[in-house]
């Protein structure tokens, strides 16, 4: 029992066929081995192992009565090992066929299952999704812990510089819609708009700031209720009635639906368009035929 951990997965099965076939000349056969390459294998694991396995002084040569006895042990430990190794090599093929990619955090709820579901459709590749404001998907595509970046943009001329450093395809459109429960309508129509807002230095909070506020009501003021970066935090505030929110309509739909908000059309939408970006140049060929298949794909999205 002793020398059973110092051996290898081919010295148990060499000494194994020779238990199932009863001789070395058989078990040679098995092992797709010459008898002479079979017997010097035989001896190395010997001198491996420091034992003497084999009684020589029988013909045919037969495995000792101790080695006979350890047939159970052999067996479970060679089932083991080769389970083991078939793991191991599937977890290697799993890990080398793995896709990462962040988005912007709404779009991670309404964009991303989409995507994962079109990339897995084939069952041979798995996908790790993380979530950030633009920023932080930029940073993580430019240091590369991500394949590729799903994120809203806008065609307001100020990208034109990314363009040498990413490449990107279109997915669909959404739009940022101003929206409250019902039974708000009355109050968001007046000079003060009780508002929950996006911080200024994240992405939709730029947009507001850029695209949206210029193009509230003559006289209408924004008054701040509540601050978040958090597309789905800010849609609960909305369904709980703090305040009117902007949200994408992809994910504001499903409350709209149910009746639970209300577009306020009052106030300006702005039109979004949603990317799938990664880094320019060079790409491994793995990547490269994901990239084409979700391309294959993009109709079929939106």
Known sequence: MRYLTLMRLE?????????????????????????????RRIRLIEDNIGATLFDRRRKP????PGVQA??????????????????????????????SLVCQHALTTTVSPKVVRAL??????????????????????ISKQVDFAIMYTISDGRAHDLENAFE???????????????????????????????????????????????????????????????????????VDGIGVAWLPNSLAANSLAEGRLVRVDALPAQALTIRMVRLAGAQSDYNEQVWKRLAGQLPNFW
């Open 11 to 39: 010295w148990i099965d060499d000494i194994l066929a020779v238990l199932d076939s009863g001789s070395l000349t058989r078990a040679a056969d098995k092992r797709l081995l010459t008898q002479s390459a079979f017997t």
């Open 61 to 64: 040569v037969s495995l000792m």
């Open 70 to 99: 350890l047939e159970p042990e052999l067996r479970e430990l060679s089932m083991r090992l080769h389970k083991l190794r078939h793991t191991m090599k599937t977890a290697s093929d799993h890990a080398s066929k793995s896709l």
């Open 120 to 141: 897995t459709a084939n069952n041979d590749i798995s996908v790790r999704v993380r979530s950030g404001n633009q920023d932080e998907c930029l940073l993580q595509l």
């Open 168 to 238: 990107a395809k279109t997915l669909g459109t959404d739009t940022l819609i101003p929206v409250c429960v019902p039974e708000m309508r009355r109050e968001v129509a007046g000079e003060a708009i009780p508002a929950i807002i996006y911080p200024p230095d994240v992405f939709l909070g730029q947009v507001f700031s850029r695209l949206v506020a210029p193009r509230l009501p003559e006289k209408a003021t924004i008054v701040s209720r509540a601050e978040t970066a958090l597309t789905l935090a800010m849609l609960q505030y909305a």
